[in-house]
């Protein structure tokens, strides 16, 4: 199996709080890999780091090939990013935020119209091209950011609790979406804090105070913990914490 | 050169689109060029005096009339006592309070020599300063007049008398608005360029969608130059605005120096005081922060920058604290090419030390800006 995400005790320290401790783990291309932890975990933190938005204090990694340290702006190439905080802009029509970040990852002009119309295809959101991103509800919002993050067909597709505050149809289509992105070759990374989200994850990896505390499939932790459902493996794992917000 | 071009096409929609940002860009600056110079006028009248006269003569009365019809003075009252003179200051009716004593016409002919009591309240020190420095004056011409006529009478030998005659150049009326409009003209622009440019880059910060930037491959120069060139434009659009459009048009101030020379140091300037900007944003983390930085530069830059005080009437320290503020030199500068037809070799030193600042400003803010924590 090919490995697109590889890292080797990755620590990130912000003066004497270790936020990361020591992550050591690797996800295969295609799959989709969950990253579980409760608040304050650091699953942001580590993610910030594989994305080149943060420098580790110490470790090493490799994101679809590249160097951590040396070859950032390599991985910013073959990377998409969706942050927990919703990042189109908001006085930008529909078109333009798509025209604007496919235009800056490079893509061509014809590329820019195929793609833009197909996305807009694929949402549904013909009607909707014209309007302000900011008048957009949430749900809205979130698939087309999304999409906005794939759209110059990135090796892997980094997302940070995609799926926060909205409703249970719309996150149905949200997963129908990753699960496109997946066969089309790109591997997702995913944090979540929806335990049934969790279940659609290939693998997954569990944070505590830092630490990746258990790695594995879903139903294989399910059986290591000897519980029915992702939510007890979450609060087998997670209740030992120290930390919280 | 395209990643430029998508950064640009967006920045310019997003503030064309910006509905409170548009007449703040626009037309604030014209309003505040057809204002302030109105405002800020260096020429005192209407300093309200009171006269105690207590000699009730002809002589009196001659020296009266001349200080009312000199235009500078507004008569308060006349007061019979020093103490009820004294009221009027202390209620703020009067600035000036001029003393004739008992026997001012009879010592002024009999002893040759009189005194006059002046009081100033100083609490408005420009206005009691030249008040008073208008008071000496007219009575000094007053005293040359008497004097005039008695050598007259007497048939003596006529006192050799020095008078001056000046004449200024660059501004022969002396009409504040030219020294005042390039002035602020310069501010404007400076403020545009400082406040939008800081505060658009940390509202992205605040917003979010700098993340986003970051993780994408947009090197930083390209961010950069996308923020500042849409800015550049609009200062140059808004000082063409103020200098043909209120300059010319509404004060009639047509710039005698090459317009390509003040253009050529205006974008320096530009690239300089948006530098500026930039670098505030590095820092501020919120568009209050950035606010407040931005404030305080600028107002020790305006009233540092010799537009409102004369920079050489400054103590040393601040002297030397001028030559840190860019408005200072842009303000110098557009006064001697708008005003006196200043060519480069005169402005040579202003236009290094200009791009000398623009280097550092810039340097500074893109060392300090991080597409990485």
Same mark, same amino acid.
């Given at each position: ?197 969790? +279940? ?46 | ?202 509202? +992205? ?126 303000? +110098? ?41």
């Amino acid at each position: 199996m090919d490995t697109v995400i590889h890292t080797n005790k990755l620590t990130k320290r912000f003066g004497d709080f270790i936020a990361a401790n020591e992550i050591t783990f690797d996800v295969y291309r295609g799959e989709i890999f969950g990253f579980l932890g409760a608040n304050g975990a650091g699953k942001t933190t580590a993610m910030r780091m594989l994305c080149g938005l943060s420098t580790p204090s110490s470790g090493t990694a490799t994101i679809a090939g590249f160097d951590i340290y040396k070859q950032a702006e390599e991985i910013k190439k073959n990377i998409g990013y969706m942050s927990q905080k919703f990042s189109l802009y908001e006085d930008l029509t529909v078109l333009e935020n798509i025209r604007f970040f496919g235009g800056i990852y490079g893509l061509s002009d014809r590329q820019l119209k195929e793609k833009s119309e197909q996305l807009i295809e694929t949402l549904g959101m013909k009607s909707e091209v014209k309007k302000m991103v900011g008048s957009l509800p949430l749900g809205w919002k979130q698939k087309l950011s999304f999409s906005v993050a794939i759209l110059h067909e990135p090796k892997i597709v980094f997302l940070d609790e995609p799926t926060g505050g909205v409703d249970p149809v719309t996150r149905r289509q949200f997963w129908d979406l990753i699960y496109e992105a997946v066969d089309s070759g790109i591997t997702v990374f995913v944090t979540t804090h929806y335990m049934d989200e969790a +279940e659609y994850c290939n693998r997954i990896s569990m944070m505590v105070d830092g630490e990746i505390k258990a790695l594995d499939t879903p139903a294989k932790l399910k059986q290591q913990y000897s519980v029915t459902s992702m939510d007890e493996v979450f609060y087998e794992l997670a209740r030992g914490a120290k930390r919280s917000e | 050169m395209r990643t430029l071009k998508f950064l640009l096409r967006k920045e310019f929609k997003q503030i064309f689109r910006n509905k409170a940002l548009l007449p703040m860009l626009f037309v604030v600056p014209i309003m505040q060029l057809l204002i302030l110079p109105l405002a800020a006028d260096y020429e005192v009248k209407n300093i309200n005096i009171t006269i105690v006269d207590q000699d009730h003569s002809a002589y009196s009365q001659k020296l009266i009339s001349k200080i009312m019809a000199s235009g500078y003075f507004r008569l308060a009252s006349y007061a019979t006592g020093f103490n009820d003179a004294f009221d009027d200051v202390e209620n703020d009716r009067s600035d000036l309070i001029l003393e004739i004593p008992q026997g001012f016409e009879r010592n002024l002919i009999r002893e040759n020599e009189q005194q006059l009591y002046m009081a100033v309240n100083a609490i408005n020190g420009v206005k009691a300063n030249l008040g008073g420095t208008y008071l000496n004056r007219i009575i000094a011409d007053y005293n040359a007049d008497v004097r005039l006529e008695w050598v007259q009478m007497s048939k003596f030998n006529r006192l050799p008398t020095i008078e001056i005659v000046s004449s200024n150049w660059f501004n022969p009326t002396m009409n504040y608005r030219f020294y005042m409009v390039p002035g602020i003209l310069a501010l404007l622009v400076t403020m545009i360029g400082a406040y939008m440019c800081a505060l658009n880059i940390v509202k +992205e910060k605040e917003k979010g969608t700098i993340e986003q930037i970051n993780v994408t491959p947009i090197k930083k120069y390209q961010f950069i130059l996308g923020k500042l060139i849409p800015f550049w434009v609009i200062g140059i659009v808004v000082f063409t605005m103020g200098l043909f459009g209120i300059g010319w048009l509404v004060y009639g101030i047509a710039p005698i120096g090459s317009l390509l020379l003040l253009y050529a140091y205006l974008s320096v300037y530009l690239i300089a005081v948006l530098g500026l900007g930039l670098l505030i944003s590095t820092y501020a983390e919120t568009q209050q922060q950035a606010m407040s930085i931005a404030f305080f530069f600028m107002m020790i830059f305006i009233l540092m920058s010799g537009l409102f005080t004369s920079i050489d009437g400054m103590p040393e320290w601040a002297y030397i604290m001028t030559k840190f503020s860019p408005i200072t030199y842009f303000i +110098e500068v557009m006064r001697m090419i708008v005003l006196k037809g200043s060519a480069f070799s005169d402005i040579k030193s202003h236009f290094l030390i200009m791009v000398g600042f623009a280097v550092s400003l810039n340097g500074w803010a893109i060392y300090n800006y991080k597409k990485t924590s």
